[in-house]
């Protein structure tokens, strides 16, 4: 019997095993196949074109493609997390299942295959389904049903496109003005031809050009004959004379011209082609002969005409390139008059004009005298022409300009978005150059038309160089004076000539291509002192353009929010009954007493703020939007509201905007050639409020939970996420919140462009991707997305929220108030919970979510302060990569968090008053939000085992002494990738040890210490075995540093608290000095000498933060002297800030911080300030107050001391 039952056990027991083994190998199998199909998918998307994915059928395809590669991804993880280990001894359990459900949950494996071989089958559907529809042709890049073989027609408008583009002079200009120019009193002929094919769009353009009013103007005698076959002389003489006696009768009032016309024709029956050859001999007339289709025709035709009579016009439209080509003559120029799409554009031919009629009359003018009308001509325009908010970057480009210049760059690059206002700051200091420079010899400023041709452009070049009007450098100017020399030989001879020099402007650029033609062809051998400025909208491409020396760069960014703000207000000035008047130039000083006789109300210029802060600093935007609400008489404010409302939906489809056109078509373009790899990422800001503050490892973070950021070969994931980053920055769809250039140093918070926000926004809801609740929403069952942003504003409707299928939900982003119920059971594929700007977020909710979010990635509670401690179920988090609950009462990390192998960044540490004790570390910190100024981060207890969590690569901060020097240094000493720590807790006794220990950290770029009290000197003689450092912040020093000078040669923020910072003296100490601090003659020298000069000659020093209770004797001098004579310091640093407990003088040398662009002052601890020598700060930009009770009487010192300051730095308080 015992035998029996062991037999059937054992049976069991082996049948369970080779289940387990065939599961896992179905998966496996399952696995490669999804692979597969996946990777032919893959090369469909890489190779079809933008044509293909515009067929609403592939587009369907192409979306159920990305959503199965979404579901996919998700079971892939969850494949990859589970157990290892062999539990096949839980399936004989299994059929307890029935009895007790809870107790025994279905097995993670059963659970892969089903997923698996559900979406197996789902693969198997797409694939079909794209033989079904054909979609895919053999050659992957257009449907098999649409591939034909292309007509005989198409080949020959092919061939003679091909032709065209090597033709003489390519450029777009206007039929109109072609027209209307009088060369000379000979005959001209323009034959107008379209690319592809037919007569598309050629009729029309002739039209518009044939009924122009200044066409009508030029000429008496207007006709448009639409040519048949065969030709017959006599009715085409009849219907041209006819025509021109209709042009005739329309000029009599009261005329009915058919009647006078039939009059006149009956009259002249017999004499008919006396009275036309009269008309075409004394009248200046234009002929428009549609649909010429051989030359046997134009021939015919020709002799009707003479061939010189007061500068008259035939008009030749064919469909025959030849035709157009030969009719006109040669040598000939060619106009692109429009591009109707890839494969169709329309030109006009046009004979050259001979040199002699570019040369005839011309007049030698007096240099002296030129120079002065172009001087004056720079003048008026800059009044004409005023620049609002730009005056900094005025200051900065000509700084770069006369740098370029001076260091023989010879090419810089400006670069900025589409709007942004590149081209109109580059024409003002243009202008300033000629009004004010006499550096250059001559100015040049060239529009490149398109298609680009390198011998218009040199003839632009050369005629803007000769000009006398601004305004003609800059428009179209006539190229046909130069005659027929050769451009390009010319301006290669100019620019070549090393005694003179040169400031060139070229805008408009579209292609690498054409910059390469141009610096091959025109810039060898140039003068190296010459400046060529090249304007483009990307930064890449204005890394290209570069001279012998390299890039030499400056990015035009969007306006500030108050200097966008002003713009606004410029161009819709608000009276009293709220009726505006725009003028046509606006003074400074005018529009400012207008706008005081009626000030905003608080809530409308909220609305307006609002409104500009969604054009994302970009000119072009706010002076329309402003110019239309100037235009709106009544209800103005509704008008406001609905464009708010409605941003990006009013700019693209109201008529009113249409100037902004173009920028929609750059933005379409700009977003259509982002890497892929960048899309999702870009998408993934919309998550993000208007004008919110990012913190960059925030995101970065975010984006690697999410599978944006992964590891390559060569890069981790954060490495890869950090370069996205610095992609997105570069392309400027992120911004830094200010101006300010940051050196060397990583930005710490980023904003989204409002603009371009906006455009992500319009677009979010097509990929399915993010969706929001907010304000009032509707009961809807088409609510769903992959990722959810709850809004401070959403009325927390439940009904609403348990509407909403989770099933697909990736990433909860919650702002405003926490409720329960935003845990569902249905969001299994969570992988990121963001309760950053949560509030009253509850302990009993954050035990439901470790429970029920087991694939969670990224979690953070930042911030809430309600929460006192992890649940010790954390450790089933087992794909946890992130944790961040710093600033909250969190104060000991749970034994089980060691399990979490998957873990890159814990960060930890809670907020505590300045002269709080670490030995009250485990004490209840529910009280920390009462304590008021002072502050600072109190590391948490780390339990031992922290080190295997080898993945870790940013810690802190973490209490040395509470989690137990000699464990906690043991586990630092394992964690080898660490590229970030911070630490508190550090004493006498553990301060030797704590260094040794972090001496393998090769990785190590930041670290942050506190010490703690009363353990002043414990770091005197203790070296720093960190060669790599770029960020250091030492907490608690007395009043001198350490000596590791030679170690922080790399290091590009430092972050100093200090009970006392002693004035720099040479003076040997008294007895005085040695008895009243207790220390020897030369530890005192030491000390005074030590901290200014330190900081001041650390070499690669940008962001330099001094928090001190006093300075001695009140006074801070950040200048270095040496035997009494002032050194250069701090010669890299950009921004600085200063805080004292204690009233204070601060006074900055004339050779100390020459490139400061930002001062940070902190007022909250009530101390009084005053400064000097903010004069020297050449590069100052802003001044920021922090919130304090003295912060007013400060400003409004600072905003006189800074009055006459060169470039004007703003004042402003931070909350």
């Not at 006709?223 to 048949?228: G, H, I, P, S, T």
């Not at 040049?444 to 601004?470: G, K, M, T, Y």
Request: aromatic letters at 8%; one cysteine or more.
């Amino acid at each position: 019997m015992a035998k029996s039952v062991v037999d059937g056990a054992l049976t069991k027991a082996q049948a369970a095993i080779e289940e387990e083994a065939k599961l896992r190998q179905s998966a496996a199998r399952n696995l490669v196949f999804i692979t597969g199909e996946f990777q032919m998918m893959q090369s469909f998307l890489n190779v079809a074109d933008g044509e293909r994915l515009r067929n609403i059928v592939v587009r369907t395809w192409v979306r159920q493609i990305r959503d199965l590669a979404y579901d996919v991804e998700d079971c892939i993880d969850f494949v990859i997390h589970l157990d290892k280990r062999n539990r096949w001894w839980l399936r004989l359990l299994q059929p307890m299942r029935w009895v007790v459900p809870r107790c025994l949950p279905p097995l993670q494996l059963d659970e892969a295959v089903d997923e698996l071989e559900r979406l197996k089958t789902r693969v198997e559907d797409v694939s079909t389904r794209n033989s079904r529809y054909s979609l895919i042709s053999d050659s992957g890049s257009k449907p098999a049903a649409a591939e034909q073989q292309p007509a005989a027609g198409d080949v020959v408008c092919a061939t003679a496109f091909d032709r065209l583009i090597v033709a003489a002079g390519t450029r777009k200009a206007s039929l109109t003005q072609l027209l209307t120019k009088r060369e000379s009193g000979e005959l001209r002929v323009i034959s107008v031809w379209g690319s592809g094919g037919g007569d598309l769009g050629v009729t029309p353009i002739v039209w518009d050009a044939y009924i122009d009013e200044e066409t009508c103007k030029s000429f008496a005698c207007r006709a448009w004959v639409k040519l048949r076959r065969p030709f017959n002389p006599q009715e085409f003489v009849k219907s041209l004379t006819a025509q021109f006696f209709a042009n005739t009768c329309q000029e009599q009032a009261g005329a009915i011209v058919a009647l006078d016309v039939q009059k006149k024709m009956e009259a002249k029956q017999g004499d008919l082609l006396a009275e036309f050859a009269k008309l075409v001999n004394e009248k200046r007339f234009l002929v428009v002969l549609e649909d010429l289709s051989t030359m046997e025709e134009w021939n015919a035709i020709t002799t009707f005409f003479p061939k010189g009579n007061k500068g008259s016009v035939i008009v030749v439209s064919t469909l025959h390139f030849e035709v157009a080509s030969l009719s006109v003559g040669h040598p000939y120029r060619v106009l692109h008059l429009n591009q109707l799409s890839a494969q169709h554009s329309v030109y006009a031919f046009y004979k050259m004009v001979s040199q002699h009629h570019g040369d005839k009359g011309k007049k030698i003018e007096d240099p002296v005298a030129r120079d002065s009308k172009i001087k004056e001509a720079a003048n008026k325009w800059m009044q004409k022409h005023p620049l609002v908010g730009r005056e900094s970057e005025i200051k900065d480009l000509e700084q770069r300009v006369a740098i370029a210049s001076a260091r023989s760059y010879q090419v810089m690059s400006v670069w900025g978005i589409a709007g942004v206002g590149k081209s109109a700051l580059l024409k003002f200091v243009f202008c300033e150059r000629i009004r004010n420079c006499k550096l250059y010899k001559k100015y040049a400023w060239v529009d490149i038309s398109h298609p680009f041709n390198l011998w218009d452009f040199a003839r632009s070049l050369l005629l803007s160089f000769d000009s006398e009007d601004i305004q003609n450098m800059w428009t179209a100017a006539d190229k046909d004076t130069m005659g027929s020399k050769n451009p390009i030989v010319e301006c290669r001879k100019i620019l070549q000539r090393n005694d003179q020099k040169y400031l060139i402007v070229i805008d408009g650029l579209r292609s690498p291509k054409e910059w390469d033609l141009i610096q091959t062809e025109l810039l060898s051998g140039c003068n190296p002192r010459t400046v060529i400025v090249v304007i483009v909208s990307e930064e890449s491409f204005a890394t290209h353009c570069r001279g012998p020396k390299g890039p030499f760069k400056y990015n035009v960014k969007g306006l500030e929010p108050e200097a966008a703000f002003h713009l606004f207000k410029e161009f819709s000035i608000f009276y009293t009954n709220f009726q505006r008047v725009v003028p046509t130039n606006v003074n400074l000083k005018y529009f400012e007493q207008q706008v005081s006789k009626k000030k905003l109300s608080p809530a409308e210029e909220k609305v307006l703020r609002e409104l500009v802060s969604r054009c994302g600093g970009l000119p072009k935007v706010i002076v329309e939007i402003a110019g239309l609400l100037a235009k709106v008489t009544v209800k103005w404010m509704d008008r406001a509201h609905t464009i708010n409302n409605k941003f990006m939906q009013e700019l693209e489809s109201n008529g009113e905007f249409g100037r902004l056109q173009g920028l929609f078509f750059w933005m379409q373009s700009y977003f259509r050639n982002c890497p892929d790899f960048l899309k999702p990422c870009i998408f993934y800001l919309s998550i993000f409020s208007p004008n919110q503050l990012i913190r960059r490892r925030r995101l970065v973070r975010r984006w690697i939970a999410e599978g944006y950021s992964r590891d390559s070969r060569e890069e981790s994931a954060e490495e890869n996420g950090e370069k996205q980053f610095s992609d997105l920055l570069s392309l400027s769809i992120i911004q830094q919140p200010s101006s300010l250039g940051l050196g060397g140093t990583r930005m710490v918070s980023c904003q989204v462009n409002g603009f371009f926000r906006e455009y992500i926004v319009s677009q979010r809801m097509e990929e399915n991707l993010v969706f929001e609740l907010d304000g009032r929403c509707a009961l809807t069952t088409q609510r769903t997305g992959r990722h959810l942003v709850i809004s401070k504003s959403w009325d927390r409707d439940r009904i609403v929220f348990n509407s909403i299928d989770f099933s697909r939900l990736r990433s909860l982003t919650v702002s405003g108030k926490w409720e329960s119920f935003f845990i569902s059971d249905s969001m299994k594929l969570l992988r990121v919970l963001d309760l950053e700007d949560a509030l009253e977020v509850k302990y009993s909710d954050l035990e439901k979510i470790v429970k029920w979010f087991p694939r969670l990635k990224f979690l953070s509670l930042r911030g809430r302060t309600e929460i006192c401690h992890l649940p010790s179920s954390v450790g089933d988090l087992r794909q946890l990569q992130t944790l961040d609950v710093r600033h909250t009462s969190i104060v000991t990390l749970p034994v089980n968090i060691t399990k979490l192998h998957n873990l890159q960044y814990i960060r930890v540490g809670t907020t505590a008053p300045a002269d709080y004790e670490p030995s009250a570390l485990h004490r209840p910190l529910s009280r920390l939000s009462h304590y008021c100024r002072g502050r600072h981060l109190v590391g948490v207890e780390m339990p031992p085992g922290i080190g295997k969590l080898t993945a870790l690569h940013t810690l802190g901060i973490v209490n040395i002494s509470a989690s137990g020097t000699k464990a906690s240094l043991g586990d630092l000493k394992k964690l080898t990738q660490l590229r970030k720590l911070g630490v508190s807790g550090i004493n006498k006794k553990n301060s030797a040890k704590f260094f040794a220990a972090i001496s393998v950290l090769v990785h190590l770029e930041s670290l942050s210490v506190r010490l703690d009290k009363d353990s002043e000197g414990c770091l005197e003689g203790i070296p720093l075995p960190l060669l790599s450092l770029r960020s250091l912040k030492l907490h608690g020093l007395a009043d001198k540093l350490p000596a590791w000078s030679e170690q922080l040669t790399k290091l590009i923020k430092i972050d100093l608290e200090m009970a006392n910072i002693l004035k720099q003296t040479e003076e040997p100490a008294t007895m005085k000095d040695v008895s009243s601090q207790g220390k020897t003659p030369k530890e005192i020298k030491t000390a005074r000498q030590g901290v200014i000069m330190f900081l001041g000659m650390l070499p690669e020093l940008c962001i330099l933060r001094l928090r001190a209770k006093q300075f001695q004797d009140g006074e801070l001098n950040l200048s270095v002297v040496t035997n009494g004579i002032e050194d250069t310091s701090y010669q890299k640093i950009k921004i600085l800030e200063i805080a004292c407990s204690s009233s204070s003088h601060v006074t900055f040398g004339s050779k100390t911080m020459k490139i400061l662009e930002q001062l940070k002052v902190d007022c909250s601890s009530g101390s009084k300030y005053k400064f000097a020598g903010l004069e020297s700060l050449l590069q100052l930009r802003e001044v920021c107050l922090m919130k304090g009770s003295n912060d007013d009487t400060l400003k409004e010192d600072l905003e006189i001391l800074l009055k006459e300051h060169e470039r004007k730095p703003v004042v402003k308080k931070l909350e």
